[in-house]
């Protein structure tokens, strides 16, 4: 348009929108903040963002017969290393990152295969296979959480790292994502990999995998995030055993540990398990976007 | 009915200037067409023209109404878009009607519900359906007018767009590269159909397309464009007679001309791969200079003769009619082209030298800057290429 | 492994593991929902419908559809609403749309129940932010005059932010009147951005041709082009967000689990949670089984709602 720019418009949109980015920041600036500052300094909402940061008493500390000068921290320190010590965070982190990378590999191993066929071969019964994948698709799997859980129970498996993983080995959402994809990939492709004198088993693992690269990673994403920040799977089937549990349902232990005014270390745990996905996200967010985009069928 | 002028009209992407100053006169119910090759600037002209962009500098001009800070809507044109940008969720009839409703309803007449109890609009609707239905029998469109524009094929979709564009009786209309996405035979058969509305509508039309043959077949005048400049404007037999620059001698003819690399001496005789022309510069100026011959001027010759060029033929391209002969020519970089009936050059096999000459009075001459240079009369003293 | 066998062993897996980890149980919990059945017990007792006639009946079971469906029908339409709204304004900025997107998507890849937990203590009653802001207000006085509509000539009394002030914020999740809300509100933050994202990729997919032939047409407003060419074509991308929205909504756990537990007076019973109390922590599988099969009934009439919108109108070919 030559239209004179409405700088008004503009103006009134970013108003509208940074009210907005204050409020979805709200809870990550208190996370951080109350991370770093001394518990009178939470309560009392003082000291901005960083607090004073003036030596303060581990009592903890003092409990266990060390000499009071041993003692003394900033707030920062005090938080951080209390997560770490009253809590075994390092263990959850761990267990964290087993189970998102296990369940992801595992899905890919199951999915990319059935995909390949789905699309690319003809066999009979593909018709009832692939409507099986779409009906799956309408499952739910925490819907279905009390029966896995019975199942689970019966061939006594709870508290273990399967009970984690197994559930999520087959991701229907995956075959589907997957057979969309290679569907656009021409056939001719495969023909020549068979001409070459490739098995089927080759095709699918030097062939289809590297071009699936875009899309595994879209659905690589979806997954790791989900499996991450889930914690409703973990609450269901780890009761008790700490050893195997994953950074929510550790950081929900915490809170039922801690009396009232262990704010700080526990929003420094809760930094911690955040961050990582977050500053990942931040230096990736287009791909990330995209990924949930793509993915964004559940 | 309107003509269309443009004044100096620049385009400026920050930096990156896409139109440098263009001037262009339209003239009242012509077919003008603005081709070029993709990124020339083409385009943006006609949104300029449209409103859809602004200028960056420069004057737009309707009817001599000056339009710089009118919208879109209120200048009286219409336009038919490449992908035909029909409203995928309407019918063809309600497609017709929408530029109509836009119109000629005000804002409570077009309001959903509401709008029924507005007295009045009742008696306009009736007006609008009646007007959607005449342009729908002129393109016998009629018995697609429930269809949604998913469900007609490229051709049709074609027509409701035109229809859209119609239905206005907009002063002129503004086509951009209409016919680029319906296939080759439908392509063109739709050529001559659009100058024939061109003749019944009596409207301006203003058609950018990067094919120089539709230029060369509909426009009464046609406009070449090249990196933000308009090179040359005129009637299509006068582009390709006398292009002015060697870029447009380039654009515009299928196959290409030919350019043949040339020197000319203080006195402006002109030689070319070791051959002397017969025409000379009109204002002699030693240097290098750029013969320019279409495919069609060169004659196959059945033997060596004197003063011919030459050059191994690499392939035969057999058009039924015509025949096309490359050749490889020692000193020239592309490959020449010459266009010959099939049965005059029976003799000549692929591998083989071939020698040529060219009909005289038909080379144009470009200096290094690109540009025409003048030429004298063909001199019998001089010797003939 | 031969060609015309791979498929067998490409498939297979993948088959067995559907079979066993999504259609089974759903079997089981259909099966189980007419039992007594529980953990550790060697048998079990064919009840009948007795699990249903108990959900259909008992008022807790009452509060536990009511609160659902009011989440559900608080987050849906506002998650849904705020996606568009802001993917709207972002896509019109000049500058800056790529950090508000950011930023609004943030929440979408935190951990929720942390988030949730930070979200308790700024919604604390005494020392939490939210309320020292709102309180900190009420001794401004224009500040308090415009909020409470004083300027109005009204009684600030009478008015909620009036009444907080004299009286005592509310306790937000400890209270059973604000608690849904509060665990709806976290659930919008969380979620919108999410929609945003999915509204942002519809944009792009409209054709920019078609808001120029809208231009041309008349639509001189951006109101005019967004009725003619943005809603319309939205059409697919509305119908896949709010099915999206309604069944992640309806799954809502965490916040629940973290910060009410169903509570105060079942205010935020929601049904993953009834199902999660019931089954697992009070061992009774039978009624556990019965809210999954009737979960799963909601979730199958919001697809089937979804299926019809998609094979009817929105599909422009």
Known sequence: MTFRASWLGEFLKHSVLLAGAVVVLLPFYLMLSYSLKSPAEIESNTGGFVGAQEMMTDRRCLKAGNPPEDCEMRPIVYNYTAAFSEAPLLRYMLNGVFVTVSIFVIQVIIALPCAYALSKLRFWGRNVVFGLVIFCLLIPVHAIALPLYIMLAKVGLTNTYAALIVPWSISVFGIFLMRQFFMTVPDDLIDAARIDGMSEFSIVWRVMLPTAIPALLAFGIFSVVAHWNDYYWPRVVITGNRDLMTPPLGLRMFKSDLDGNEYGPMMAASTVIVMPLVIVFLLAQRRFIEGITMTGMK | ?385 | MGRNRAHIWFVGPAVLLMIVLLILPVFVAAALSFTDYSLGNSSFDWVGTKNYDALFSRSSYAKMFSASLTYVLLVVPISVALGLGSALLISSLRIGGELYKAVFFLPVMATLLAMAIVWEFALHPIVGIVNDVLSAGCDIGWLHALLSGSWLGRDPLSSWYGDGCADSFPLWLGDKDYALGTIAFIGIWQGFGFNMVLYLAGLTSVPRELYQAAQMDGADSAWERFKLVTWPMLGPTNVFVITISSIRSFQVFDTVEALTRGGPSKSTYVMIYAMFEKGVKQNLLGIGSAITIIFLGFVLILTLIQVYFVNRKVHYG
């Open chain 2, 1 to 385: 009915m309107a003509g269309i002028t443009l004044r100096q009209v620049t385009k400026k992407y920050g930096t990156l200037s896409v139109l440098n100053g263009i001037d262009l006169d339209i003239a009242d119910g012509e077919f003008l067409t603005l081709v070029g090759p993709s990124g020339c600037g083409k385009s943006t002209t006609l949104r300029i023209i449209a409103g859809l962009e602004a200028q960056s500098t420069g004057d737009v001009k309707i009817d001599d109404r000056l339009v710089n800070d009118v919208r879109p809507s209120q200048r009286d044109l219409a336009m038919v878009f490449q992908s035909y940008a029909l409203y995928p969720h309407l019918t063809v009839q309600q497609n017709l009607m929408t530029p109509l409703r836009m119109r000629d309803l005000n804002f409570w007449e077009r309001l959903p519900l509401l709008g029924f109890l507005v007295p009045g609009r009742r008696a306009k609707m009736a007006q609008i359906e009646e007007d959607a239905r005449k342009v729908a029998e002129a393109l016998k469109i009629v018995p697609l007018l429930g269809r949604k524009p998913g469900q007609l094929s490229g051709g049709q979709r074609q027509r409701v767009a035109l229809g859209r564009a119609m239905v206005r009786n907009p002063a002129a209309f503004l086509m951009d590269e209409p016919l680029s996405n319906l296939d080759a035979s439908l392509r063109v058969h739709m050529r001559a159909e659009l100058s024939e509305l061109h003749r019944d509508l009596g409207a301006t039309f203003v058609y950018v397309t990067h094919d120089q043959a539709e230029a060369l077949t509909m426009s009464d005048r046609m406009a070449v464009m090249m990196d933000g400049d308009l090179l040359q404007l005129g009637p299509p037999d006068e582009v390709y007679e006398d292009p002015q620059d060697i870029r447009v001698a380039e654009f515009i003819g299928s196959p290409k001309m030919n350019i043949l690399p040339g020197e000319s001496d203080a006195n402006g005789t002109i030689t070319c791969l070791g051959l002397t022309l017969d025409e000379g510069l009109a204002t002699p100026q030693p240097g290098k200079v750029s013969v320019g011959l279409r495919p069609e001027h060169l004659h196959v010759q059945p033997r060596e003769t004197a003063e011919c060029f030459s050059g191994r033929l690499t392939y035969k391209e057999n058009l039924g009619s015509d025949l096309f002969l490359h050749l490889e020519m020692a000193g020239v970089e592309n490959k020449a082209v010459i266009r010959a009936k099939p049965h005059e050059v029976d003799f000549a096999a692929v591998g083989e030298t071939v020698w040529f000459k060219a009909e005289s009075g038909r080379m144009r001459v470009f200096g290094t800057d690109g540009k025409r240079v003048a030429l004298t009369a063909p001199d019998t003293k001089r010797k003939v290429g």
